[in-house]
């Protein structure tokens, strides 16, 4: 996704999702006492939130409101309807201003809009401790506090990005739909509505799936270097391996595998890549064909079945909008292992790979995010869980009853290299696949994938952590200096 704060911020590539405790938007915290920053940062205190009115809006306030809506992000601002909204005394009216925020070009609009939201609420959005700049600030606060929407937000909402992204109306058209459309934000670009299998680049600004990229055996993928990361997929006795740098340029890839039709979306701000299945769930039989929306909810991306023109939760795989989610479709995972090309190739050496083009000629930079997200998340979080870091790696899992447990993934790696066992009540993590990996203490597997903390503990509040030994640091091998050159492309190493 590209940089929070106006159009015109941004040309780094990378989208993202990742979605809501098994079925829904994630919980919002209600503890006044959780962080937000960067992965270092300690608890800061939430400001007290404020109170808030019931009921239908002030026919005044509510024809400032029209007037702001109507006259969208990029106007001239109107600064006797934000003085109307900001001496309102209806602090559910602050959503709207982060969504204006969220959307204007001109610096005298966000002055305004900054300065209204302060007179309402009583909050300072430029305390760096809740973010970078002041719309980050002011939508944590937002998430943190819970406040409700205003009457009549979404079709608001829909009336701002709308006009950016006419191919997002669907989504708004499902008034059942578990979207919380407070937390959802534009992220940058706009919905990939290219048809299935297509190898053209967008001629939107969109982030193209990459659909049946070419594949070649282990031999041919001399070119990848052996300490690069891959993201391994493995179905009955066929695996394949999806370098990271080529993910984060698609951030989804259709393929075949085992003879299964699998969906791979990465979600790039909460470093999470998932697996699905999409056989068998539309009517008509036809696979299901996933796309990045452009749109993100609490710094995860959504994605939208281009048949269906459902929303995805993309964390969870639970249809959120749309008639897959009257269906109650829920997408089938399958375990991500994240291992790098060495230690995959070594554990299957009959795996795959995606072709160094992607079958598509393209060339790729090595380091396509170039350290976008090194300082801390880029997009609202709301309050993070302080047990481990905001984008400490962990390994996400939930049990056979649905139980969410996580292992703080560089420390485990270190125990179980050492000999030690990794164990969380009845789960256990092993490393014997190429990565980590959980499964039952009696052998079952679970289907587990890699994730950045802040992502994995919002989605799934109440989770189990196996915490790193005293004095271990959890981020490690995380942190780092963006590479010389990261925008080359991967040269053949020399073997």
Known sequence: MRTPRSLVLATCIALVACTGPIGSEPAAPSSASQPFGAPSASPVRWPDAPSVPSGELDPVVAAAVDRLVAAGPNAPPDRQALDTLAESGDARLAWLLSDLLRLTVTPDAEDALVDAFRRLTEADPGDPRFGANPWLALTNLLIGWD?????????????????????????????????????????????????????????????????????????????????????????????????????????????????????????????????????????????????????????????????????????????ATGPLREAGVVLEPLTVTVATWAEWRAAHPGTRIIARDGGIGRAYPADPLCGRDDAGPIFPTGPLDVRLPAQAAVIGVLGPGGEAVAFAADAARADLEAGRPVTLGDVELVGDDGGLHARMRDGRELVSHQSFWFAWSQFHPTTSLWAPPAGADPTAGHSRTPAEGCWDVVDPPNR
Not at 161 to 186: K, Q, Y
Not at 220 to 249: C, Q, T
Not at 287 to 312: E, H, Q, W, Y
């Open 147 to 319: 406040l409700p929407a205003p009457p009549g937000y979404r079709d608001h909402k829909a009336a701002l990005l709308l006009t950016l992204e006419p191919a997002w109306e669907p989504l708004f058209e499902d008034a059942d739909g578990t979207l919380d459309w407070r937390h959802v934000t534009w992220g940058g670009v706009l919905m990939d509505t290219r048809t299935a299998g297509s190898t053209e680049g967008c001629e939107r600004s969109c982030i193209p799936s990459l659909d049946d990229p070419a594949l070649t055996d282990a031999v041919d993928g001399d070119w990848y270097p052996d300490d690069r990361i891959v993201f391994g997929i493995k179905v009955g006795d066929e695996a394949v391996a999806l370098p990271k740098h080529i993910m984060e340029v698609h951030e989804l890839v259709h393929l075949t595998l085992a003879g299964q039709r699998i969906g791979i979306p990465y979600c790039t701000l909460c470093a999470s890549a998932h697996a699905y299945r999409l056989d068998g769930i539309a009517p008509g039989g036809e696979p299901l064909v996933l796309r990045t929306s452009g749109l993100l909810s609490r710094s995860n991306k959504v994605m939208v079945d281009l048949r269906s023109g459902s929303a995805f939760h993309t964390f969870t795989g639970r249809a």
